[in-house]
């Protein structure tokens, strides 16, 4: 089955900690993306990647992680310096070609909580 | 600060009715808008996607895009209970391969 799979469905970190989330897909998508989502809010974008072994800030970049080392993975680590980092987070990828046109596909996310 | 902006709700309609639902984005050069529902505790799965002025349908579903006015709607019809989840707007800004999402429109579906 084609689909964009995350790990672990549920995270529970101490201060202090650095965590790291999982997010890969077998759909051939060149680009991938981490957004987060707080209750009541809209999805905020963290980073993403448009090719391997490249990746840009999005709008809360700070206190964040990544690397695409393979075109099917886009891990996500949630460093110590990230002050409020309970949240729902939300990996996507989008297919080929598509320029301004993309289509985002999500996976199934992963709920943060900080203890 | 790109905005995408929805009214929160909760938007309730009866079983049988249309629900509409609104979205206005502040970016006049947008090129691509898509509607998402998100179930709660679960994550935004696509519905609709529209580029074009005018109506896009899909099944029960109609998007409407209005690029003059920076409009988008979703069109419901003969709304079930099974579509009582949050929507979500999401606009590409054509600054990137990005989207901006609005905060979403909860939709409850009354038998």
């Known amino acids: 089955d084609g689909g964009i799979t995350q790990s672990p469905k549920y995270l529970f970190r101490k201060e202090g900690q650095n965590v790291t989330l999982s997010c890969e897909q077998n759909l051939n998508h060149d680009a991938m993306y981490w957004y987060r989502q707080d209750p009541g809010q809209g999805l905020r974008l963290i980073y993403y990647s448009q090719i391997v072994n490249d990746f840009q800030k999005g709008d809360i970049a700070e206190g964040y992680s990544v690397s695409r080392e393979k075109k099917e993975s886009f891990p996500l680590t949630v460093t110590s310096a990230q002050k409020n980092p309970t949240a729902f987070y939300l990996c996507?990828?989008?297919?080929?070609?598509?320029?301004?046109?993309?289509?985002?596909?999500f996976g199934p996310g992963t709920r943060l909580t900080v203890l | 600060q790109k905005e995408v902006e929805q009214n929160s709700g909760p938007l309730s309609v009866p079983e049988g009715a249309i629900a509409s639902l609104n979205c206005t984005y502040s970016d006049r050069v947008s090129q691509s808008f898509f509607w998402y529902r998100q179930y709660s505790g679960k994550s935004p799965e696509l519905i609709m996607s529209?580029?074009?002025?005018g109506d896009k349908e899909d099944g029960r579903f109609t998007a409407q895009l209005n690029k003059a006015s920076q409009y988008v709607s979703l069109l419901i019809r003969d709304s079930q209970p099974s579509d009582s989840a949050t929507y979500l707007c999401a606009v590409n800004p054509n600054s990137g391969y990005a989207l901006n999402f609005g905060k979403g429109t909860s939709l409850l579906v009354t038998p």
């Open positions: 529209i580029y074009s002025n």
């Open positions: 996507a990828s989008s297919p080929p070609g598509q320029g301004a046109y993309n289509e985002q596909f």
